[in-house]
């Protein structure tokens, strides 16, 4: 066995790595570069995942280690609810001019915001930093207790929004949760996703029927399902939840954590709608490879949930607002403006739906937005999905399987993939179905 599988093994609690018996996953990663990952064989792996999504300007992108190095050099720690370093102010004002501040202008201005009549149009967003993508869900459910004073909150059939114990009781997959009932609170409640519009009309009943039978704070959704293997509902569905939301005095939450930065083709998933929420979720592709997340929400609806601190926060944590992660965060976010990144990622995404039509594989239904995309395979397929991943692992590629049956072949590579390496990707897992089969 590999040395370094061997002490994961012996001494990384059981469930955490899957270490198979043959010895044909997981590999260890010794560096990466760009989309390219070796590891510590010093083989070359092509990265179909961007590590979870998060390396969207390539592993190691120069300007945002650059900025990692400076940081880490300069201030490698603050204090996060106590004494700010000046770059978390700057982040959380670049997360405001992208998000709510985008928002309403022009483009956008056929959008209504519902709002109190003491309360200023929603012209700019506030910001809660945390660390993991979890814990910036949690601080939007904790804004929507505070906003609406109730508790239940409705998510979605399929819905990944982590695993702390808050962001649980909104994620859905049996798997997570049944472990942990017996601690797990009750104040998450289950639509069913539409990826149809007759579905759609189906879902707008069970939501009728949830608005009236519980107090309802929040809507938690993710514009695109991710790790239920790339969901995407019809365009009418975030207007429908902004609807009931505003009907009922609830919170729009999205959960863009996945799909935030580019990933879709857009900023953010929600833009493909027009129809925008109260709070977003964000992490991942933030900085690239930093554990920084933040939940954005409109500054009448933060100031409105929390008051002001006077010394001791009701919420924070030790790293809250990390500054190499603000570093990183600030970094990243010019890189993907100046080198036109979105567009490319849009651009790229097109290609790749056109190259799995060159390369079919029969069974398989291309889906996807931008460069959040994948081949669905039918539910009972999950473990031929495995099987083919491990294999193309062996060619040098690194794929994640997606979905609640693992039956979709996910891609979420960089932005700065080439539609070349794409087509390499295609037609090496074209050879690898057909090898599998015979
Ligand atoms: C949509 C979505 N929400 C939340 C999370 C949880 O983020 P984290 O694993 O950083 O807690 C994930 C992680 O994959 C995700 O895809």
Redesign the pocket.
Known sequence: MNPHLKLIRDYESRNVTHLAEDGSWPIVWERAKGVHVWDTDGKKYLDLTAA??VAATGHANPRVTKAAQAQLAKLPHAMGDVHPHPLKGQLARELSKLTFERWARTEFRHVHYRCLPHEMPPRHGKTIFCN????A?EAALKTALLATNKKGIIAFEGA?????YG?LAATHRKHFRNPFTKQLGKFGHFASFPTTVDELAITKKELNALFKKQAIGAVLV?PIQ??AGIRIPPPEFLRVLRTLCDQHNALLIC?????GFGRTGKWFACEHSSFFPDLI?L??ALTNGF?L?ACVGRATVMDRAWPKSEGEAIHTSTFLGHPVGCAMALAQLRELKEKKLITQARHRGNQLARICKKFPIPGSRFVGKGLMSGLAFNKSEGPRVMAVVKEMLQRGFILLPAGEHGNVIAFSPAFTITEKQLERTMRALQSSFKNLKS
């Open positions: 979870f999504a993991s993508g979890f814990e869900i990944y929004h982590g695993l702390g962001a993710e991710g790790r959960d863009e954590i996945y799909t979720c992490d991942k554990p997340s």
